[in-house]
């Protein structure tokens, strides 16, 4: 009998901040936010976004989603390619305009600049753009189903610090890494997004 009282309030205990409320889950959170409000998000794993100006556009966490819509200076909805390579990497396999994601292939070729969320096609392929580089939002794990929301640079761009990336990850060739930390199925995170 005491163990039963025991694992009772463990899981009650375990289960507090869903039932506060306090995790976020990927379907609770609008597709549009402005960036304020996505900063201010916390508690949400696995959640993603990308930058236009000051609204930022939900995606699928770990880069999986090459297109981002925003409106336009009219209104209308344009869908911009958010896949993007380095300079030195165009024409390798990872950057020839086509990927593939679940057993599906995009194509990501541009014709313009105006195609590509960095504003910069070369080669038919979108490039990074130090003069307009994407904005990028990830959810930063700090365990125990913990979470803050920071933005900066996406995978693969330049960088000199880990403050410059979104996943706060600079690694050692200088180029942004993915965040891949979020709470685990022992800490209570069945259900959350994957």
């Known amino acids: 009998m005491k163990n039963k009282i025991y694992l009772t ?16 889950f990927y379907e609770d959170i609008p597709k549009y936010l402005t960036k304020d409000e ?16 000051d609204l930022c556009c939900k995606t699928e966490y770990g880069y999986t989603e090459y297109f981002a819509e925003f409106p336009d200076e009219n209104g209308r909805m344009k ?9 030195d990497k165009i024409g390798t396999e990872k950057c020839n305009g086509k990927s ?10 541009c014709t313009a600049d105006s195609d590509c969320l960095s ?17 990028h939002c990830d959810d930063i794990y700090l365990g125990g189903s913990r979470s803050y ?14 403050d410059e990336c979104s996943s706060k990850i600079c690694f050692e060739d200088n180029t942004c890494n993915m965040q891949h930390k979020g709470p685990s199925d022992s800490e209570g995170a069945m259900g959350m997004i994957y």
């Open 9 to 24: 309030i463990f899981i009650i205990i375990l289960y507090i901040p869903f039932i506060n409320g306090e995790s976020l």
């Open 38 to 53: 996505v900063l201010k998000l916390k508690n949400a794993a696995f959640v993603a976004f990308y930058c236009k100006d």
């Open 79 to 87: 869908k911009y390619i958010t896949k993007t390579c380095a300079r």
């Open 100 to 109: 593939c994601a679940e057993g599906q292939v995009f194509y990501t070729n």
């Open 119 to 135: 504003n910069k096609c070369l080669k038919n392929v979108c490039v990074f753009n130090d003069e307009n580089p994407i904005v």
């Open 149 to 162: 929301m920071y933005c900066g640079k996406q995978y693969g761009d330049t960088c000199k610090t880990d």
